[in-house]
């Protein structure tokens, strides 16, 4: 029986997991807090938990995967490389879901030379825009046609039912990285121009994106999502009018999230001193405003907003304005991942949303064709969320690929190539993650 070994016991594993059992598989679930994986595996037969802890017990890296075929690394991203290290140097292949970094990079001539598959970028957002941007691209170039424009926008949501806060977002997961997220760089095109954004800019380049969710017309936000620009290499397309890559949230995110920011909200580093004091006090130091009396107005004040628009009631009502004393992190950012959680997190029968839409302008010598791609996936109340489902399946899929031979094309791989998606894509269809096209002449 084939072997896999999971790293990571978070809330995307779980149909990650239950797929490679189905087919048979013997599993190890590695994880620091073993009752995770003990949870996640829920007693089947060919399930391993096992308690690891990357950053207390580096050494033994190596032999947790030299007893399995594939390693898939579900952890932080940082903790990648370590994982393909491991990997090479005993012989094995690799799956995570993570962006391939300068450092995953490095190591592609070590594995191609020795025959190793190190798969990255194979979740929704990266994974299934590559897959099915490449989808629509490939087949448009073996018509004879070309790009001129190029957009992809992806964002895990909360299902319209459940839209029930200011923010219009809700987590599954620790919300540090995608609050982290809102300081990225970001560069694309548009109008022909390449645009450089700098973090603190990142939410002055919002726009409407429309999108039908369940029959209705509803007006999301996308705003950059790091550099689009290296994927037309990627993709092998040069689009002269667009190329841009981005994320989805609902309105006020956007408002709300570049404010927080300009107050300081999203500092890593702690502040001492903060024993005994509240959100309110906080607040009040990270925008150096003398005292917490009339905090709502003076912060309004301060940014250049309104007292009653969406910046301020938002952060009105996740309590940053509160006496509520603060938690024990001292990091500004620390301090605001704790509190969404506790105000933000999804209620048991709730479903959140994943929303994946490419458009395209392709130019055929007799023809212009404007093309839309979408997914609209949701969670199953009380099962796997959407996000589960769509970041966990794509890497299961393709350690399912490796361990059968369909897929053997050795170093750091990034899923475009034909042979991978199209079957990828077919199975995930399959397991209901599906798409629907539009195809406008015009």
């Known amino acids: 029986m084939k072997r896999v070994v999971v790293f990571g016991a978070g809330l995307v594993v779980r149909a990650h997991v239950r797929y490679l059992l189905d087919h048979g598989y013997q599993v190890t679930v590695a994880s620091r807090t073993v009752s995770k994986a003990e949870e996640i595996l829920d007693g089947h037969p060919n399930g391993t938990p096992m308690a690891y802890d990357i950053t207390v017990e580096p050494d033994k890296l190596e032999s947790i ?15 990648h490389p370590h994982v393909a290290r491991a990997c090479l140097n005993v012989g094995k292949h690799m799956v995570t879901t993570s962006y391939v970094k300068d450092e995953m990079s490095a190591l592609d001539a070590e594995a191609r030379e020795k025959g190793i598959i190190l798969l990255n970028e194979l979740g929704v957002d990266p994974g299934i825009d590559h897959m099915t941007a490449m989808q629509v691209i490939d087949r448009v170039h073996a018509e004879g046609g070309k790009i001129t424009t190029f957009q992809s926008y992806c964002g895990g949501l909360p299902a319209p039912e459940a839209n029930d806060n200011p923010y219009g977002y809700k987590f599954s997961w620790s919300p540090r990285g995608v609050i982290l997220a809102g300081l990225n760089n970001a560069r694309y095109r548009r109008d022909g121009q390449v645009v450089e954004v700098p973090g603190e800019q990142l939410f002055d380049h919002v726009w409407d994106v429309p999108v039908v969710i369940e029959g209705q017309h509803t007006d999301l936000q996308g705003y950059p999502n790091r550099d689009s620009m290296p994927y037309t290499e990627v993709y092998g397309i040069d689009p002269r009018d667009v190329m841009f890559r981005g994320t989805l949230r609902f309105p006020s995110w956007c408002a709300i999230q570049k404010q927080t920011a300009r107050l300081g909200w999203l500092a890593t580093e702690g502040i001492d001193g903060l024993e005994g004091t509240t959100y309110a006090d906080l607040t009040a130091l990270l925008a150096g405003i003398d005292g917490t009396d009339d905090l709502k107005a003076k912060v309004a004040s301060k940014l250049g907003v309104d007292t009653d628009g969406p910046e301020v009631l938002g952060m009105e009502w996740l309590g940053l ?7 024990g992190p001292t990091a500004p950012v620390d301090v605001l991942t704790q509190r ?4 933000m997190s999804y209620n048991e029968n ?10 395209f302008v392709a130019e055929f010598p007799d023809k212009t064709e404007h093309i839309t791609s979408t997914m609209i996936d949701f969670g199953i109340p009380g ?5 589960n489902r769509t970041v966990g399946l794509p890497a299961a899929v393709g350690v399912h690929f490796i361990l059968e031979g369909r ?7 990034v899923p475009v ?8 894509i077919a199975e995930l269809e399959r397991l209901g993650i599906q798409f629907t096209e539009e195809v406008k002449i015009v």
């Open 65 to 79: 995967i030299a007893d399995h075929d594939v390693a898939v690394s579900l952890l932080p991203w940082q903790f």
């Open 321 to 327: 304005f509160s006496r509520d004393p603060l938690p």
């Open 340 to 343: 969404m959680l506790e105000k």
């Open 350 to 359: 709730e479903r959140d949303l994943l929303v994946l839409q490419h458009t």
């Open 383 to 387: 099962g796997d969320s959407s996000m």
């Open 407 to 413: 897929f053997t094309q050795p170093g750091v791989i």
């Open 417 to 424: 190539m034909k042979e991978f998606y199209e079957p990828a």
